[in-house]
């Protein structure tokens, strides 16, 4: 059963129209992560909420939003998608931020085309 | 960050064949992660480590903790072709996770 679920698998938007992206899990995690990753590199982390703590990675454009309505939900939001932003987006969760606990698991990601 | 050096960024190796891979950091880290990634698909978690020394297996797959925890390598024994795939090493410290740039397998049957 998935335990890191987004959606949509596969999104298109034109250039500068807003986008949102969704992510869910059922392993009732308290982090929940935001990365993106483009074409034969690693994934690079942009945000990350601890519970309703929203951390922010200094290098993230400010184009990029997250909201964690709930435990359970974290959406991906960019504002005025550039070209530059096509890539896949992955989502993540851990337990916790402490040794043992932080182990990150993936969902299968959403691939964003800006056309 | 992108900010743990792993080797090798390719390999082709034949069916069979035994597979190593490594990561290293100059920075000590307390958590080691190795992940394989399939085209389209999110990284998979194979194995974690979370202590110095430490030697894990995950069926034909083992991995290791370096004693300086600046370190950790991936061992696939036998290869088959539903092998390939990237294979990410991601190191954890608190508030800070990194990844490797990873290694591309490609297994000829």
């Known amino acids: 059963d998935a335990m890191v679920i987004q959606n949509p698998r596969y999104q298109v938007t034109q250039f500068g129209k807003p986008v949102t992206l969704s992510c869910s899990q059922t392993?009732?995690?308290?982090?929940m992560y935001w990365y993106q990753q483009k074409s034969s590199q690693a994934p690079k982390l942009l945000f990350h909420?601890?519970?309703?703590?929203?951390?922010n990675e200094a290098d993230t454009p400010d184009n990029f939003q997250s909201r964690r309505p709930n435990t359970s939900f974290c959406f991906l939001d960019i504002r005025s998608p550039g070209l530059g932003d096509a890539a896949m987006y992955l989502c993540?969760?851990?337990?916790?931020?402490?040794?043992?606990?932080?182990?990150?698991?993936f969902g299968p990601g959403t691939r964003l085309t800006v056309l | 960050g992108q900010q743990l050096n792993q080797s090798p960024q390719s390999m082709f190796i034949q069916e069979g064949e035994d597979v190593s891979m490594n990561c290293t950091s100059s920075?000590?880290?307390?958590?080691w992660l190795w992940y394989k990634q399939e085209p389209g698909e999110g990284p998979v978690l194979l194995i974690a480590?979370?202590?110095?020394?430490e030697l894990t297996s995950n069926g034909r797959l083992t991995a290791q903790f370096g004693i300086t925890r600046k370190d950790s390598f991936l061992n696939i024994s036998a290869s088959i072709p539903s092998d390939v795939g990237i294979y990410f090493c991601?190191?954890?410290?608190?508030?800070?996770?990194?990844f490797g740039a990873g290694t591309r397998l490609t297994v000829k049957p």
């Open positions: 993540a969760t851990s337990r916790d931020k402490a040794a043992t606990t932080d182990t990150q698991y």
């Open positions: 392993l009732n995690h308290n982090v």
């Open positions: 909420y601890y519970d309703k703590d929203f951390n």
């Open positions: 920075s000590i880290f307390n958590t």
């Open positions: 480590l979370y202590k110095a020394g």
């Open positions: 991601a190191a954890y410290n608190n508030n800070d996770m990194r």
